[in-house]
Nanobody, 115 residues
Framework: QVQFVESGGDLVQPGGSLRLSCAAS????????MAWYRQAPGKQRELVAAANIGGITIYADSVKDRFTISRDNFKNTIYLEMNSLKPEDTAIYYC?????????WGQGTQVTVSS
């Protein structure tokens, strides 16, 4: 069974930083690219950043140059380093494979950017 467990979300002031972590089941981590997604209130879930098995990364335009995705292939874990956070980054952040495993969505981790 595919499992993703996200952590690291918090309340942070605009301009602040956070680091999210996601532990993934080994079978999917080793064979698929991994990604972070987010869903803000009243909006559809969107792709934030992705890293393929070889480490090549892509980012949504809205987070480019502020967020960094990385993966630790030994720990089956992916990270999202978020800097210069803005109120519009407020959302529940999820990790999943890319393309996403529809049965594997976890609880996500809440990121709130507010003064």
């Amino acid at each position: 069974q595919v499992q993703f467990v996200e952590s690291g979300g918090d309340l942070v002031q605009p301009g602040g930083s956070l680091r999210l972590s996601c532990a993934a089941s080994g079978s999917i981590f080793k064979n698929y690219g991994m990604a972070w997604y987010r869903q803000a209130p009243g909006k559809q879930r969107e792709l934030v950043a992705a890293a393929n098995i070889g480490g090549i990364t892509i980012y949504a335009d809205s987070v480019k140059d502020r967020f960094t995705i990385s993966r630790d292939n030994f720990k089956n874990t992916i990270y999202l380093e978020m800097n210069s956070l803005k109120p519009e980054d407020t959302a529940i952040y999820y990790c999943n494979s890319r393309p996403p495993n529809e049965g594997g969505w976890g609880q996500g981790t809440q990121v709130t950017v507010s003064s």
